[in-house]
């Protein structure tokens, strides 16, 4: 295994791989921190320079794309935490908590598609929950990617259309199905993003106001849980 991409981040040790790459544990030796590093194959086309500029509390920051012979690599900031699946193994949370979680992933969404990006790859394994942030990661994949099929698949793109950002309100929708049911605004939020019919999917910057003005005082159940390491 290499030991080095583009001369500057040293990989110290793997996180997971899937069928979109491998994640390790890397240190930028030129400023001295670790970062996470996601190798990708060359099958994926140049990233939009936009990306390493995209900056927002809910969005783990990708801070560089390097090319390292038939490699791509995207290195981002590490968020330590548990992710929403994570989470979900000890029980779903309480209303006010699944409002929270929602609510941050709508603001994530929100400030993708305002920059004309989309994620395409929302699911529970890649949002990241800490106690004052809700964090997505991934979404630099779908816009490096040639042709990838990423999950979850709304019904438009089951019935060949093209993504747009009411495909990734489904996923949020999907999401807030998992961690709030039917229960509360996030439940009623949820099944409204699940529309057969993308134009009655609400957007995401309706959805993130309506979460964050329901949210009431709850046990949010934190139990331990253990903590990832991801990548945009």
């Not at 794309?65 to 029980?91: F, K, M, N, W, Y």
């Not at 999950?151 to 709030?180: Q, S, W």
């Amino acid at each position: 295994m290499r030991r080095r991409v583009g001369g500057r981040y040293q990989l110290l040790h793997p996180v997971w791989r899937d069928r979109l790459g491998e994640t390790f544990v890397a240190r930028d030796r030129d400023l001295g921190i670790p970062v996470a590093l996601r190798l990708l194959p060359d099958a994926w086309l140049a990233p939009p320079a936009r990306l390493t500029g995209l900056r927002d509390r809910h969005l783990a920051g990708v801070l560089d794309l390097v090319e390292d012979g038939d490699l791509l690599a995207v290195v981002s900031e590490i968020v330590p935490g548990p992710t929403v699946r994570q989470r979900l193994r000890v029980g779903r949370p309480g209303p006010g908590e699944a409002a929270r979680i929602g609510a941050g992933v709508a603001a994530g969404l929100a400030a993708l598609h305002e920059t004309g990006l989309l994620h395409r790859n929302l699911n529970a394994g890649n949002v990241i929950v800490t106690p004052d942030r809700v964090v997505l990661t991934d979404f630099a994949l779908a816009s490096l990617g040639a042709g990838a099929v990423l999950a979850p698949p709304a019904p438009e793109l089951l019935a060949g259309g093209a993504p747009t950002p009411a495909t990734d309100a489904h996923a949020l929708g999907v999401l807030l199905g998992a961690l709030a049911g039917r229960r509360g605004a996030a439940g009623r939020l949820g099944r409204a993003l699940r529309a057969r019919d993308p134009f009655d999917r609400p957007g995401t910057r309706q959805v993130w106001s309506q979460l964050l003005h329901s949210r009431h005082p709850d046990s949010p159940g934190d139990q331990a849980v253990p903590v990832s390491v991801h990548c945009s």
